[in-house]
């Protein structure tokens, strides 16, 4: 869902002599997208389903990032050809990606989907109250709203209530009706995280199978297809519509653990636990749902979890985040696309969370990157491949396979949950880091590169050479 154009780089040999600017019909993955109204094509949008769309009179106006200027991209002159410009080209198409995504999402389901005051996407007609007190109970049914059932997240020791809105209340108006009255209380919006960009319409295959055993981490995301470089994996589905294969969730799953002839993961072979949180359901990905999925990795004492999912702050979310770390969980995240200009996302900006940005095959941050004291470390997410949904493998661009590298290392240190040792992991893996960027820690490259030597060439497991981008 949600991207005007993107630019595709067919081959190296091509690229040398022109550059193709597609229109909204492009296509990624070598798959055709599905349209939508008044474009000839759509990305659909980070692990979403391609669901009906449902008509809506009036659209809310949503802002975008802005574009990277050519100063802020650091644009290649024309010295460098025209293959430095596509790149420049497709990182700024990425920079753009997410509030594009959140458009069309509103579009197509404005009647689940409205926008917080930010114009960030949440739930309609829906928010959420963290750990209530009887006291903030007995406020929102007095005050209308209707109270739903106690979500118990065990192992977080923390519970959610979702409450709906009295009809003809915005989730806007509601959160501040409802902090104006119990100031005490912890509202908020139920937000949605998004994190699959660009993907093929159709994930086609079955889900991979049940897990085995070895060193575990966990994945928060859509769901994983059967591959051949993947062995077993566990997989539980958290959103409404069940169970369903993406091709985001496919490809991060096979950077953590995947195996073959010419292509490994940071962890090949280990247990991989799947929580897909989208599904069949334009509101999947809400925090509601992220946070249940957590909860899950916490009861199942993964030591380890990726989460490649970008959004803005929420206080369920953190407090979740909070509770994983504090346990002495390792929660790896990318810091996502929105330019370096941006506002840090979440959860990735979380204390505690480790914090991943991405650089390409000659150790250059991507300019889309996201920047700030939050990142900790970066690892390839520009021209290297990953597993398809479809079979084969596809070339990659975004934080959002980063992160599941760092991950993958370092479950390799981490055994099972514990502060002490999760410490003595993050440690070793900097002792691993190549400094970039500025001397020492920087806010674009954090303690430096890691697991470059991870990074598959398209061409050497014959990717399809179109892009699929990620947050």
């Known amino acids: 869902m949600g991207l005007c154009h993107l630019w595709i ?3 190296l040999s091509v690229v040398a002599m022109s550059v193709v600017a597609l229109p909204a019909s492009a296509q990624l993955g070598g798959v055709g997208l599905p349209s939508m109204p008044g474009a000839g094509g759509a990305l659909p949008m980070g692990g979403l389903p391609d669901l009906p769309r449902t008509r809506t009179p009036r659209v809310p106006s949503v802002p975008t990032p802005a574009l990277p200027s050519p100063t802020a991209s650091a644009l290649p002159s024309t010295a460098r050809g025209l293959m430095g410009r596509t790149e420049a080209l497709a990182g700024e198409a990425l920079t753009s990606l997410r509030g594009r995504q959140i458009q069309a999402l509103i579009r197509d389901h404005a009647d689940v989907i409205d926008v917080d005051d930010q114009g960030q ?8 109250i963290l750990s209530p007190s009887p006291r903030s109970l007995a406020i929102v049914r007095t005050a209308g709203f209707r109270v739903g059932e106690e979500t118990r997240l065990e192992g977080l020791d923390l519970s959610t209530v979702t409450l709906g809105v009295p009809p003809g209340v915005s989730a806007r108006e509601a959160v501040r009706r409802l902090k104006a009255l119990d100031p005490e209380g912890q509202y908020d919006f139920n937000h949605i995280y998004l994190g699959a960009g660009a993907a093929p319409a159709t994930a086609r295959g079955p889900a991979a199978r049940a897990a085995g055993s070895g060193v575990r981490i966990g994945l928060v995301d859509g769901g994983v297809a059967a591959h051949p470089s993947l062995g077993p ?3 539980r589905g958290f959103a409404p519509g069940g169970l369903k294969v993406s091709a985001h969730g496919t490809a991060v799953a096979s950077l953590m653990v995947g195996r073959g002839p010419a292509f490994r993961g940071a962890a090949p072979g280990a247990r991989l636990l799947v929580a897909d949180v989208y599904g069949g359901s334009p509101t999947g990905g809400s925090a509601a749902i992220i946070v249940q999925a957590l909860a899950w990795m916490a009861r199942n004492e993964v030591p380890v979890i990726n989460v490649s999912l970008v959004g803005p702050p929420n206080r369920t979310l953190q407090a979740a985040v909070a509770a994983l770390v504090s346990r002495g969980h390792l929660m790896v995240a990318a810091v996502g696309n929105d330019g370096p200009a941006a506002a840090p996302l979440y959860p990735a900006a979380y204390p505690g969370v480790v914090s991943v940005t991405a650089v390409d095959g000659r150790r ?6 996201g920047r700030g004291a939050h990142v900790d470390f970066a690892a390839p997410g520009a021209d290297m491949a990953a597993a398809s949904s479809q079979g084969g493998y596809v070339a990659l661009r975004g934080t959002s396979f980063a992160a ?3 991950a993958g290392r370092l479950a390799l240190e981490l055994a099972s949950p514990d502060k002490a040792a999760a410490g003595r992991a993050m440690a070793s893996l900097s002792r691993q880091a190549t400094d970039l960027g500025s ?6 490259y954090g303690q430096g590169l890691v697991a470059f030597d991870l990074r598959t060439s398209p061409r050497a497991v014959g990717a399809d050479r179109a892009l699929l981008a990620g947050e």
């Open 9 to 11: 780089v067919r081959s």
């Open 121 to 128: 996407a949440v739930v309609r007609g829906e928010v959420l």
């Open 233 to 235: 994996v566990e997989q």
């Open 364 to 369: 250059r941050v991507l300019p889309e990157a």
């Open 404 to 406: 599941p590298l760092v």
């Open 439 to 444: 001397r020492g820690p920087d806010p674009t």
